[in-house]
C-alpha cells in the first residue's frame, strides 16, 4: 500500500511557465517531506523540504505548499526552465527515520523551450 | 568536498549468483542507507546502517543484506540473484539518518541479472 503517491507519471510546461508537481500521503505521523530531483544516470538530488508544522517553504524559484486536512503537497516551480527537465520524487519521513524516506513514483517535468 | 561513491557503476550477473556492492559516504556521516529503484516499484528503501549496526530495515528478503565498516564505508550482498532483482541500487548518507534536509545520494550502481 503506497503511503506516497504521485499520481501523474509526466508533466510537459512551456519555458517561462509556472510547473506545478503534486503529491499526496496517507500517514499523518510524517514529520518532514522532501522533494528530490532525478537526472538519468544519476543520484536523486535533494531539493527542498517542508516540516509538518508549516504551510509552505519558499527557496528561490522552488516553493513546497503543504495541506495537512488534504494531506496534500505540491512543489512549484517559477519560472521553469529547460534544465528543470528531470524526474521530481516526493519524499516522506518521520522524526526518527533511521535513514527510511518513502518515496513516490516520480513525475517526470519536460519543460519546452 | 566528495560526494556519496558508489562501486561499480554497472554490473551484470547471473541467476543464483551473489553480488557485492559497495558505498563510500561523505566524511564525517555515519549513516547509510540503501534504496533499490526499479520501473515499478520506484524506489524502496532496503536498510540502514549507523555505526556498524543494522538500525533499520525494509521489505525485502533475507537475501539482501549489508554491513557498515568502522570508516563508514557501507557494503550490500545480494545472494542467489533473481531476474526481478535488476535495478538500480542507491546509497544514500546522512550525518545521523533523520536530518530534514535529506540524504545526499550516490549515482548508484545498476545491476543487471540474466
Known amino acids: 500500500d503506497q503511503q506516497v503517491k504521485q499520481n501523474s507519471p509526466s508533466l510537459s510546461v512551456q519555458e517561462g511557465r509556472i510547473s506545478i508537481l503534486n503529491c499526496d500521503y496517507t500517514n499523518s505521523m510524517f514529520d518532514y517531506f522532501l522533494w528530490y530531483k532525478k537526472y538519468p544516470a544519476e543520484g536523486p538530488t535533494f531539493l527542498i523540504s517542508i516540516s509538518s508544522i508549516k504551510d509552505k517553504n519558499e527557496d528561490g524559484r522552488f516553493t513546497v505548499f503543504l495541506n495537512k486536512s488534504a494531506k496534500h503537497l505540491s512543489l512549484h516551480i517559477v519560472p521553469s526552465q529547460p534544465g528543470d527537465s528531470a524526474v521530481y520524487f516526493c519524499a516522506a519521513m518521520g522524526r526518527r527515520s533511521q535513514g527510511n524516506l518513502i518515496f513516490g513514483k516520480g513525475t517526470k517535468l519536460s519543460v519546452k523551450p | 568536498k566528495a560526494g556519496v561513491t558508489q562501486t561499480p557503476r554497472y554490473l551484470i550477473k547471473t541467476r543464483g549468483q551473489q553480488v557485492t556492492l559497495s558505498c563510500s559516504p561523505i566524511s564525517g556521516h555515519r549513516s547509510v542507507s540503501w534504496y533499490q529503484q526499479t520501473p515499478g516499484q520506484g524506489l524502496q528503501f532496503l536498510f540502514e546502517y549507523f555505526s556498524e549496526t543494522q538500525r533499520n530495515k525494509g521489505n525485502f528478503p533475507g537475501r539482501f543484506s549489508g554491513r557498515q565498516f568502522s570508516n563508514s564505508r557501507s557494503e550490500m550482498n545480494v545472494s542467489t540473484l533473481e531476474l526481478g532483482d535488476s535495478a538500480l541500487y542507491l546509497c544514500?548518507?546522512?550525518?545521523?539518518?533523520?536530518?530534514?534536509?535529506?540524504?545526499?545520494f550516490g549515482s548508484g550502481t545498476r545491476l543487471t541479472v540474466v
Open positions: 544514500a548518507s546522512s550525518l545521523q539518518g533523520d536530518e530534514p534536509y535529506g540524504y545526499t
